[in-house]
């Protein structure tokens, strides 16, 4: 049972440049997110899915794209990346939403725009 | 309104001491406060929860701490030791909503 999958670990990207960053998970979960982290900052909610076809905006969606076309993945785009996008992105998966279920998080993925 | 307040930043405990990490808010909808345990390199994962009908959660020797009246929480881990060192996140969310994390304390045990 993998949970929740990342891909890539690493990346550098150039300013401009548009890349998309891959989650999957194999635990059914119909609720799905996507945190940045920064240093001091905490973990911020860029965007969300409650079931497949189904997303919305978090605190922090600028710049950002997401689609959910199954239960098990939940892409995020980068378009036009910037240096304001060099941070750690988790993705996280839950059965309900958050406030009745825990958030199971991948070991995420660290971004460099440079 | 939104926001959750965390400290301290970082934190430095001997081995077998107490780490105490506080957490503030201020939306009086919130009902459910986790903490969140990160090791380098991997991801967050639940540590302990508390809800406000209860004061006080203890899972092992770590307990949560909750004052509803002053809007605060906090995170005990009793007899610290070095595998406890990481990055511990509070949260909190209303029913239905969606999580709204901490700044973030690194503790560190020491040996």
């Known amino acids: 049972n993998a949970g929740v999958t990342q891909t890539p670990k690493f990346r550098i990207l150039k300013i401009g440049q548009s890349m998309t960053l891959q989650c999957a998970q194999d635990m059914n979960h119909n609720y799905m997110y996507w945190y940045r982290q920064d240093p001091g900052m905490g973990l911020k909610l860029i965007y969300y899915?409650?079931?497949?076809?189904?997303?919305d905006k978090g605190e922090v969606p600028n710049g950002y794209n997401v689609s959910r076309s199954t239960t098990e993945d939940f892409p995020l785009r980068l378009e036009l990346a910037a240096p304001s996008q060099t941070s750690v992105y988790f993705c996280a998966s839950s059965g309900v939403d958050s406030s009745n279920s825990p958030l199971h998080f991948g070991n995420g993925t660290r971004l460099t725009v440079t | 309104q939104q926001q959750v307040k965390q400290s301290p930043q970082s934190l430095i405990v001997q081995k077998g001491g107490i780490s105490i990490i506080n957490c503030a808010y201020e939306n009086t909808a919130f009902d459910y406060f986790p903490w969140y345990q990160q090791f380098p390199g991997k991801g967050p994962a639940l540590l302990i929860a508390?809800?406000?009908?209860?004061s006080e959660k203890k899972e092992g020797r770590f307990t949560i701490s909750f004052n509803k009246s002053a809007k605060q929480f906090s995170l005990h881990i009793m007899d610290s030791q070095p595998g406890d060192s990481a990055t511990y996140f509070c949260a909190a969310s209303r029913t239905g909503g969606k999580l709204i994390f901490g700044q973030g304390t690194e503790l560190s045990v020491k040996p």
């Open positions: 508390i809800r406000p009908d209860v």
């Open positions: 899915s409650v079931g497949a076809g189904i997303t």
